[in-house]
């Protein structure tokens, strides 16, 4: 009996602990991530975002691993720097990519330092999804601090009680607690029942997604919501706003010129739902808006465009980013445009 009280506290212990690291994790980002790089979870977007947010089993399938470029060089004349969303992420995006002999990128909201060799020709690239440029533009720009520019603008440590609130993000930790309990495959398997269940008998779907008329495409709710102004393809837009985005971003542009890069490029890339189904509402046309506005002194990667025409679907079935030929056909656009 002793025995048997022994595994029993055991077992307890065990379970306790486990609890308090899933649980951490539900709590701190950097927790989190340690978690999947130990293999202890496994990446609940390894099926795509919008799969992620629907459980809708006919938009499953396996993000594909797009073969690198293999392009980056240490005699290239170029350094190329990049202010980014998601789409140029590390997982998406390396110097391998690019004819550079230096890449360096930071995420919108983040900052990094920045020092430029007078000797190469240093182009900065600024890119944002169509949903976030209204958000990013409407507010200054300072994620990449020249080192010239260091004493006007210093990098203050933030705060111990500022970066406490940072790791542990009260606003999404329903989110990250759900990736920690319920990543795995049986999960997904329950959800894929309620969702199917909920699609054929009420005609609804997750309320992070929507999906195409013909039930053919999904999209990011956030892309088609009309009270979404700031993210929406079919939220109104107005000819003053589209102005003061172009001010803004011509603003951006001639501050990095004078702290030393070369030249600043912008590129905008388009909502799925602004390729794949622009009758849904009224489209706002705001990428189109903003590189077609002759006051624009930024020269732009044309995107829409390039999507528009495109034979084949740009994005994923199951993701909001791109498939490894819409990638190709972005990378190809940069390269023509940047000539690296």
């Given at each position: 009996m002793p025995y048997i009280y022994t595994l029993m506290r055991v077992v307890r212990y065990i379970v306790l602990i486990v609890t308090l690291i899933l649980w951490g994790g539900g709590l701190s980002g950097s927790l989190l991530h340690w978690l999947y790089e130990a293999g202890?979870?496994?990446?609940?977007?390894?099926?795509?975002?919008?799969?992620?947010?629907?459980?809708?089993?006919?938009?499953?399938?396996?993000?594909?691993?797009?073969?690198?470029?293999?392009?980056?060089?240490?005699t290239a004349s170029t350094h190329l720097y990049i202010i980014g969303d998601s789409f140029s992420e590390p997982e998406r995006l390396t110097e391998n990519d690019f004819r550079v002999s230096h890449f360096q990128r930071v995420a919108w909201d983040y900052q990094q330092r920045a020092q430029l060799d007078p000797t190469k020709r240093n182009v900065l690239l600024i890119e944002s999804v169509e949903r976030h440029v209204r958000d990013h533009f409407a507010r200054a720009i300072h994620e990449f601090v020249v080192e010239t520019d260091t004493s006007r603008t210093p990098i203050v440590p933030q705060p111990l009680r500022q970066r406490i609130s940072n790791e542990f993000h009260r606003n999404d930790t329903e989110e990250r607690l759900e990736s920690a309990l319920f990543s795995r495959d049986w999960a997904f398997w329950f959800k894929e029942a309620k969702a199917s269940l909920t699609l054929n008998w009420f005609n609804r779907e997750s309320a992070g997604v929507s999906l195409s008329k013909d039930?053919?495409?999904?999209?990011?709710?956030?892309?088609?919501?009309t009270t979404k102004t700031l993210n929406s393809s079919f939220a109104r837009l107005t000819d003053s706003e589209v102005t003061v985005l172009i001010d803004s971003i011509n603003a951006v542009a001639e501050r990095y010129n004078k702290l030393?890069?070369?030249?600043?490029?912008?590129?905008?890339?388009p909502n799925k739902a602004s390729?794949?189904?622009?009758?849904?509402?009224?489209?706002?046309?705001?990428?189109?808006?903003?590189?077609?506005?002759?006051?624009?002194?930024?020269?732009?990667?044309?995107?829409?465009?390039?999507?528009?025409?495109?034979?084949?679907?740009?994005?994923?079935k199951s993701d909001t980013h791109w498939t490894c030929e819409g990638r190709k056909l972005w990378l190809d656009l940069v390269s023509q445009k940047i000539k690296i």
């Amino acid at each position: 009996m002793p025995y048997i009280y022994t595994l029993m506290r055991v077992v307890r212990y065990i379970v306790l602990i486990v609890t308090l690291i899933l649980w951490g994790g539900g709590l701190s980002g950097s927790l989190l991530h340690w978690l999947y790089e130990a293999g202890v979870l496994v990446d609940d977007y390894r099926f795509g975002d919008l799969y992620r947010l629907s459980a809708l089993p006919q938009f499953k399938e396996d993000k594909p691993v797009c073969s690198p470029s293999n392009l980056s060089s240490d005699t290239a004349s170029t350094h190329l720097y990049i202010i980014g969303d998601s789409f140029s992420e590390p997982e998406r995006l390396t110097e391998n990519d690019f004819r550079v002999s230096h890449f360096q990128r930071v995420a919108w909201d983040y900052q990094q330092r920045a020092q430029l060799d007078p000797t190469k020709r240093n182009v900065l690239l600024i890119e944002s999804v169509e949903r976030h440029v209204r958000d990013h533009f409407a507010r200054a720009i300072h994620e990449f601090v020249v080192e010239t520019d260091t004493s006007r603008t210093p990098i203050v440590p933030q705060p111990l009680r500022q970066r406490i609130s940072n790791e542990f993000h009260r606003n999404d930790t329903e989110e990250r607690l759900e990736s920690a309990l319920f990543s795995r495959d049986w999960a997904f398997w329950f959800k894929e029942a309620k969702a199917s269940l909920t699609l054929n008998w009420f005609n609804r779907e997750s309320a992070g997604v929507s999906l195409s008329k013909d039930h053919k495409n999904l999209f990011l709710r956030s892309d088609t919501d009309t009270t979404k102004t700031l993210n929406s393809s079919f939220a109104r837009l107005t000819d003053s706003e589209v102005t003061v985005l172009i001010d803004s971003i011509n603003a951006v542009a001639e501050r990095y010129n004078k702290l030393g890069f070369d030249t600043v490029y912008l590129s905008l890339i388009p909502n799925k739902a602004s390729i794949l189904e622009p009758n849904r509402g009224i489209y706002n046309h705001l990428i189109e808006r903003i590189q077609a506005n002759p006051t624009l002194r930024v020269p732009t990667i044309n995107t829409y465009e390039a999507y528009k025409s495109s034979p084949f679907s740009p994005y994923l079935k199951s993701d909001t980013h791109w498939t490894c030929e819409g990638r190709k056909l972005w990378l190809d656009l940069v390269s023509q445009k940047i000539k690296i």
